[in-house]
């Protein structure tokens, strides 16, 4: 199976923050293509360790993906037995209306995102959004079969399936953060016909959408000498200012900025200039909502980079990249870990 493959079947299963049991299980058989070490941590990260040639100790690089995403709760049952919900991510509820879910109750229920007609609505009404407080799940069933089944707390997730557009595109939801999950896959694929002397740590993470809990936990564990956070960033797009955004099909966004240690972006940048990878620059102005907060301050702090492909239409059920951006960001990962040094490595205590 080909890795675009794994990556349509990781979109279309379901595993919000807190609850990635399942996607889980596919990422720990992706990973077993390149190691049989293997293990998931208290947390839920799935980790993989690639050992490199040589004795130890060996420089230790460890590539981070989160693997949940956006997600709803339920609130309440109300009358009727229809669902209200809350954010358990950052759903644009502008995006919801007619979408179907699965809800996550003693059993998987099939629903519809409903609202109120505008036929019954106010001309105030019509030129707003609905807020997601006005929205609701409809199971189409009794309320008391809906109240045997689901109960407050119970996680709700997109139901859409993964299509292929047109110059090598691919839509569907979840791709934030599981493209990068198949950046990874890609970066391992390479590095079987490279010579690196260090180690990976492969690491899916959890609960990235609701404050990076998976990578700090990760962090800390692993302590590795260098960590890159892999995670989306913003395509360009009608009416998005250019220097908010990047081109798809261009290559992988590296990111600078306080968040990063700069002589691991110049490594990677070195690295995308001598492997002639496409590459786009992204300037970061403080923290950045990805794995790599997490990781630059983890115990003494980790010397951290920061990789992106560019998607569009993030946060909602047809987020679209092109899975040529993919590719590239795993070649330029896997060229960069095989000329990683001991020196360099040493180098990054300080700045």
């Known amino acids: 199976m080909s890795h675009r493959e794994t990556l349509r079947e990781l979109m279309e299963l379901h595993g919000g923050p807190g609850f990635e049991e399942e996607v889980a299980h596919r990422v720990k058989a992706a990973f077993a293509r390149y190691t049989d070490d293997i293990r998931v941590d208290r947390m839920g990260n799935v980790i993989a360790h690639i050992r490199g040639e040589g004795a130890s100790p060996r420089p230790r690089i460890l590539l981070s993906a989160h693997m949940d995403e956006i997600a709803l709760v339920v609130t309440e049952i109300s009358e009727g037995g229809f669902l209200r919900v809350w954010q358990a991510g950052g759903f644009d509820p502008r995006t919801l209306v007619g979408q179907e879910v699965v809800v996550h109750g ?69 791709l934030d953060d599981r493209a990068s999950i198949a950046v990874i896959l890609e970066c391992l694929e390479t590095l079987r016909g490279l010579r690196h002397r ?30 890159i956070a892999i995670d989306v960033t913003f395509a360009d797009m009608p009416g998005q200012a250019p220097d908010e955004s990047f081109k798809m099909g261009k290559g992988p966004a590296i990111a600078f900025g306080p968040n990063i240690h700069p002589k691991v972006f110049r490594g990677l940048r070195d690295a995308a200039d001598r492997h002639r990878v496409p590459y786009q620059v992204e300037l970061t102005q403080g923290p950045t909502g990805t794995d790599a907060r997490a990781f630059q301050i983890a115990r003494e702090g980790i010397a951290c980079g920061l990789v992106g492909v560019a998607i569009r239409y993030m946060h909602c059920s047809v987020e679209t990249a092109a899975y040529d951006d993919i590719a590239e960001c795993g070649r330029l990962l896997a060229h960069y870990i095989a000329g990683v040094t001991e020196k360099e490595v040493a180098g990054l205590s300080c700045y």
């Open 198 to 227: 260090s180690d990976v740590l492969a690491v899916a993470s959890v609960q990235e959408e609701v404050g990076v809990r998976g990578a700090a936990t990760a962090g800390h564990a692993l302590n590795p000498d260098i960590a």
């Open 106 to 174: 003693r059993e998987r229920l099939t629903g519809i995102i409903g609202s109120k007609p505008p036929h019954l609505t106010t001309p105030e009404e019509r030129r707003q959004a609905a807020p997601l407080e006005d929205l609701f799940i409809d199971l189409a069933m009794p309320e008391a079969c809906v109240r045997e089944r689901v109960t407050v707390g119970d996680r709700v997730t997109l139901r859409r399936e993964t299509m292929d557009l047109l110059n090598g595109r691919i839509a569907g939801k979840a």
